[in-house]
């Protein structure tokens, strides 16, 4: 007989953690869905890993409960539910119906006291329960029966906390998580507890003393004075404590266990819920949840398995698929290959094709075109056979990213279906995730290799079509297609890393965190452990006195932004500040950069994300190296551990000076703007100039700081709001020194009003290379979604131009090398930088030849101007 498992789900709790976990999504209609979306997709997690019989979302039925005649204050100090999360409750409601799963909430009583009853009568009645919330609270309900999973980070990592567990975390038992609640308080929930005990003293206490109750009948036994006046002043209070933490169990619940059985969900009902918010990857997820429904059937494909690899089976319509795992494709081994043409369908396996003389000849043959899914990793990842691809002319990943950037692409199949392609199955329902990931036998992985092909196939038309329906063709075959290539080659070979240099930075580091340590112990007049954040917020909160700005559950927020506006309060403050930015340096540059130097290389092979950013800008990754900070003294000194990989060569750098005002100059046709930069002036002091009224002899250091932040916050679209913070200003004088800006520079004005219109009436804009981003939430009710759609429409025609000219630059920068026949090498692009390494009797040509190329790859209404430098390491080369 199967077991019988009940879910129990803290609906208040899993909402705001969804909320808070994501960022404002809203669909076509401007509703708020973020909630929503994290919900379900705690849902669907737990319907798969958990496999229940019967489930239960419980809810708080209002704000008042029969704890507030015991206290009046508890939960007093909780903020109102923003209007953006309340709004959603309904939908969330409404997707329980669709799943099927119960529901329920009970006046004067809150959902903890609707689980702790339910979980205690299916305990006694034989079931298995599974409680699940992000309130640690209800880890006092844990029994051997009984599991509470508290989510962590996001929202479906979740803690499992057992009696056992508890033990091992806190040493001590789930009955006297109550206690220890009633000693320490709890913050979120406005329980006092006793002033002075947080949960270290409140676990010594228990483990001693077991209750609290023998606790405050024995305080006489309790060591230090301080700690005994505190609980005997305060003992009525830790009983009210207590109590108020107490979840009842046995609350008056009308819900009968056997009538809450779980039996799956309306597919109807969750389908169209799921086209109304706009849910469309869970819509085709839909199809995968093994735990409710099965995968639709797949039309039987016939392919062929040659035994030895000819020149017969390739043809002039190659579709050619390259397949792995792992998705750093640097290291990861390939696991075989379709090709489908007109001659065949061909699964290649691995082996016999890397092997192959006639493989290898028809893969380096440019004159035989090849229609490839990312032909960047399929480059990458031949060469390691020293195989080089060439030929790709089609690219089905770039091809769809281009016509949406937007929407997220996880594989070929999610591309398909967009084109109501069906014939494929997503790789993580093929492959499995996880710990089941696995590589399926043969017969299946051919098959689904060659469903890649022929999706490909059908795909290709499509893609090329809309491609030039959307004016978009030139970019894909002549920016796109080509820099994939030279990221390739950036990519493969990599940027020499000294590790001895860095390790001996990280010596450094160490020293000087513990310097800084100890001055903040100092300061703090005793030693803690200034990386626990509770420990921390009591020394500067409660014993020095400093505002608290918010609390969390755990106590007092020391986020970054708390601690920045206390800085000039206390000395300690920028000590402290110093110590996380270096303690992230150590951790994650010099000990981060250290894991991934190649040790058969003694490089770095970061790998360039083309198909991700909704600007068309290139991300970093594994590792990144675009986020090195430079702000810091040591931060730049990281750098120094980036060499030339050969000697007598040295790092030359070159960059675009203010490429993104350039480029708004050109967009909005602003004269004075575009005169400015034909007369190479100092553009901040001009702008200072023409909004305060002044010469250039009277521009002040702040003014021009001012006028640097609102040139700068244009780009980006900032309010108000935004310039006032970036400044130290007020909001009244920010929204003036915009007016005054507009008012100078009118064509910038008129830019702005523009492409908003235009943005509204064609839901997208586009850049000076016809790149196009998709802004739906521009029509949005919302006035914080439209006002934030309304500045991306502002920005991103500057910021993708300027991504779309730096490509170009690395293009043409290729061709030069190669004509000039230059041994220099392209490594790296930073944002609006290019890094080179290059023999030194190279450097001259370079000094004229980078400059000229750069500020030539696109013709603007103002000039381009790049600014070079070289050294013996990256960061000599600034």
């Known amino acids: ?81 923003p209007p953006e999360l309340s709004e959603q409750f309904p939908f969330i409601r409404e997707l329980l119906d669709a799943y099927g799963i119960s529901r329920y909430e009970l006046e004067n009583y809150e959902a903890d006291d609707i689980i702790g009853t339910l979980s205690l009568t299916a305990e006694k009645d034989g079931y298995e329960v599974k409680v699940i919330s992000g309130d640690k609270d209800l880890t006092q309900l844990s029994s051997p029966a009984i599991t509470v999973g508290i989510t962590r980070k996001g929202i479906t990592d979740i803690e499992e906390y057992t009696p056992k567990h508890i033990g091992e975390k806190y040493g001590l038992t789930p009955e006297q998580i109550i206690d220890m609640k009633g000693l320490m308080g709890d913050a979120s929930d406005n329980i006092p507890g006793v002033p002075g005990v947080g949960e270290k003293t409140a676990i010594k206490l228990l483990k001693e003393f077991s209750t609290l109750e023998n606790l405050l009948n024995s305080i006489d036994q309790v060591s230090g004075n301080k700690l005994k006046e505190k609980l005997a002043e305060f003992k009525d209070q830790a009983i009210m404590s207590k109590e108020l933490a107490t979840i009842e169990r046995q609350a008056p619940v009308e819900v009968d266990i056997e009538a809450i059985a779980y039996e799956g969900f309306t597919r109807e009902k969750l389908v169209g819920l799921f086209k109304e918010l706009g849910f469309q990857t869970l819509l085709d997820k839909l199809g995968d949840d093994t735990a409710v429904t099965e995968e639709p059937e797949l039309e039987e494909v016939d392919y062929i398995i040659p035994t030895e690899i000819t020149e017969a089976i390739f043809a002039d319509d190659n579709y050619f698929y390259v397949e792995m795992l792992d998705d750093n494709y640097h290291y990861a081994d390939i696991i075989g290959f379709s090709l489908v043409n007109k001659k065949g369908k061909y699964y290649l396996p691995t082996d016999l094709a890397l092997k192959s003389e006639a493989f290898k000849k028809w893969a380096e043959d440019e004159g035989i075109k090849k229609t490839v899914y990312d032909a960047k990793r399929s480059e990458v990842s031949l060469r390691r056979y020293d195989i080089h691809l060439k030929g790709a002319n089609f690219d089905i990943l770039m091809a769809s990213y281009l016509i949406n950037p937007s929407e997220n692409i996880e594989d070929l199949a999610a591309i398909a279906k967009r084109y109501d392609l069906y014939n494929i199955q997503a790789d993580e329902s093929f492959y499995g995730k996880g710990a089941k990931r696995r590589v399926p036998e043969t017969a299946n992985l051919a098959a689904h290799l060659i469903r890649k092909g022929l999706a490909m196939s059908d795909l290709r038309e499509k893609l090329e079509d809309e491609l030039r329906r959307n004016e978009q063709y030139e970019l894909f075959t002549e920016l796109e297609m080509p820099l994939s290539l030279i990221l390739a080659d950036m990519e493969s070979y990599g940027i020499r890393v000294e590790r001895e240099r860095l390790q001996l930075m990280g010596k450094e580091l160490n020293e000087r965190l513990i310097e800084i340590e100890e001055k903040v112990c100092e300061l703090a007049g005793e030693k803690f452990n200034i990386n626990s954040p509770k420990q921390l917020g009591i020394i500067l909160f409660e014993k020095l006195g400093l505002h608290s700005f918010k609390k969390t559950k755990t106590g007092h927020s020391t986020s970054a932004d708390v601690l920045e506006k206390l800085a000039g309060d206390h000395e300690i403050i920028e000590h402290i500040l110093l110590y996380r930015q270096l303690g992230k340096l150590q951790s994650t540059y010099i000990e981060g950069l250290l894991k991934v130097i190649n040790p058969k290389t003694e490089k770095i092979h970061t790998r360039y994300q083309q198909t991700l950013t909704a600007t068309g800008r290139l991300s970093s990754i594994d590792p990144n190296l675009q986020n090195i900070p430079i702000r810091l003294e040591e931060g730049r000194k990281i750098r120094q551990a980036f060499v030339p990989s050969e000697k007598g060569w040295v790092i030359f750098a070159a960059d675009y000076s203010q490429i993104e005002l350039r480029v708004l100059a050109d967009i909005a046709g602003d004269e004075k703007l575009i005169q400015a930069f034909k007369d190479d002036l100092d553009i901040h002091t001009k702008t200072a100039m023409e909004v305060f009224h002044v010469e250039k002899d009277e521009v002040t250091s702040n003014m021009r700081r001012q006028a640097k932040a609102v040139n700068f916050g244009i780009v980006y679209g900032i309010s108000d709001y935004g310039l006032s913070q970036s400044l130290g200003i007020t909001r009244k004088e920010a929204g003036q020194f915009i007016e005054r800006y507009l008012d100078t520079y009118p064509g910038v004005k008129e830019y702005m009003d523009d492409i908003i219109h235009s943005a509204r009436q064609k839901g997208y804009v586009t850049t000076l290379m016809q790149r196009r981003r998709y802004i739906p939430e521009i029509t949005a009710r919302n006035f914080n979604i439209r006002s934030f759609a309304e500045r991306t429409a502002m920005n991103t025609p500057i910021q993708g131009s300027a991504a779309d000219i730096i490509k170009k630059a690395m293009i043409d920068m290729d061709e030069a090398l190669k004509d000039k026949g230059l041994k220099t090498r392209l490594l790296l692009q930073v944002h609006d930088e290019l890094i080179f390494e290059a023999p030194e009797d190279e450097v001259e040509i370079l000094k004229s030849l980078v400059p ?27």
């Open 1 to 81: 007989m199967e077991k019988k498992k009940l879910v129990l789900i803290d609906g208040n709790s899993i909402a705001y953690r969804a909320f808070f976990a994501l960022p404002l999504l809203n669909n076509d209609k401007g509703i708020h869905t973020n909630a929503v979306y994290g919900f379900t997709m705690m849902l669907m997690k737990i319907l798969e890993d958990e496999r229940p019989t019967h489930m239960l979302v419980a809810f708080d039925a209002g704000k008042t409960t029969f704890r507030h005649k015991t206290f009046t204050e508890y939960k007093g100090g909780r903020q109102k539910t």
């Open 852 to 878: 000229l190329v750069m500020e030539n790859a696109l013709e603007l209404k103002v000039p381009l101007k790049v600014d070079y430098s070289y050294g013996p390491t990256w960061f000599d080369a600034k």
